[in-house]
């Protein structure tokens, strides 16, 4: 059965950094692109990051380029987006989303709130 669970979110004030993590079962994560994909209040989701299987080609949306990093730790099966430099516009419950074997799976969410 594959699940995808998120962790790490919280309240970090404008210039903070978080780390969300993403762990993974059913599927290895190696072998699968995964994605991050955000969804502010009031807002369509949008996809943030996306990290390949083979080779871990990374992609970024334009306004996290230089600030969020996506990696994986392939021992842990799971997934991180390192967020640097987080502005007040990056609040939004974060997911993530693998398609393993053709289907879509989303993990539960994780909130990230940048507040002063």
């Known amino acids: 059965q594959v699940q995808l669970v998120e962790s790490g979110g919280g309240l970090v004030q404008p210039g903070g950094s978080l780390r969300l993590s993403c762990a993974a079962s059913?599927?290895?994560?190696?072998?699968?692109?995964v994605r991050w994909y955000r969804q502010a209040p009031g807002k369509e989701r949008e996809l943030v990051a996306a990290i390949t299987s083979a080779g871990g080609r990374t992609t970024y949306a334009d306004s996290v380029k230089g600030r969020f990093t996506i990696s994986r730790d392939n021992a842990k099966n799971t997934v991180y987006l390192q967020m640097n430099n987080l502005k007040l516009e990056d609040t939004a419950v974060y997911y993530c989303n693998a398609r393993p074997r053709g289907d879509d799976y989303w993990g539960q969410g994780t909130q990230v709130t940048v507040s002063s």
């Open positions: 059913g599927f290895t994560v190696s072998s699968y692109a």
